[in-house]
């Protein structure tokens, strides 16, 4: 019977561990050894993080691939009698395009955990991602690891409130998400828009500020005007702000009824608030 535990203690420690060396493992170093490896022998990762690449920009690079060929090369992996692509998908792609039979590469020695953490730190690092595939790459290595958002957090090099906010951009309306997706709406107004409940308002609401081109700024403008703050409740106001930046949700303060509301959207987010106060 496999020790559970033991190996989700494993997969943690080896998460957090080797977090400051993964860039070097992206970057190509002195001892690697670059091969060019034919094309037709290099499969792509099918756990890559980014789902869309755009193809205007995959032409541009097949040009330039044409002309001065791949200058940084791809890192791959041998799976069975394939080089599986940790790094470099566009490169690769691009490479398809401009009908190249060869492509430089390095051979790297890694697990899954270590190629999903690279393929996934190069793509947000380099701003690939669009907000839906940031927070579905988040959430598959929550969930296929067993991870917590804190263990993430600090493996990627990203805030905790960050990798819970993307996250919950996966609970907008499949309509939305699409539009998050082609990039019609922004991380920010997808936002914005959790705090619509109904589905169909969030998604007609989604249409109205693509329509109109409004911004976060100018649906904060059309929020109604709060009353002016009293000097006392000022700092009530500031420890609120502190609690829903740690907890990555909506939270509360009564004072007159000695009251903190945390709010919580399902049983998964309830156990993920209850990590972070209780610890454990």
Known sequence: MTNKKGGLKRGLDIFIKDKDNLEDLIKPQKTDQVLDLK???????????????????????????ETYGVIQPIIVRKLDDKYEI??????????????????????????????????????????????????????????????????LAKGIGKSRPYISNTIRLLR???????????GKISYSIGRELLSITDKEAQYQKALEIIKNGL??????????????????????????????????TKVKIDQTKKVISINYYDNEDLQRIIEIIVGE
């Open 172 to 182: 907008l309306d499949e309509r939305v998400l699409e539009l998050l997706k082609e």
């Open 39 to 65: 094309i037709q022998d290099i499969v792509a990762n099918q756990d890559q993080a980014r789902k869309s690449f755009e193809a205007d920009k995959l032409e541009d690079l097949a040009k330039s691939i």
């Open 215 to 248: 911004t976060v700024k100018d649906l904060n403008k059309k929020k109604k005007r709060k009353p002016k703050i009293k000097e006392e409740n000022y700092h009530l106001l500031k420890v609120e702000e502190q609690f829903m930046n740690s907890l990555g």
């Open 86 to 151: 940790i790094a470099g998908e566009r490169r690769y792609r691009a490479s398809k395009l401009a009908k190249k039979t060869t492509i430089p590469a390095i051979i790297k020695d890694l697990d899954d955990l270590q190629r999903e953490k690279i393929s996934l730190i190069e793509n947000v690092q380099r701003e690939d991602l669009n907000p839906y595939e940031e927070a579905l790459a988040y959430k598959t290595l929550i969930d296929k690891y067993q991870l917590r958002q804190e263990d």
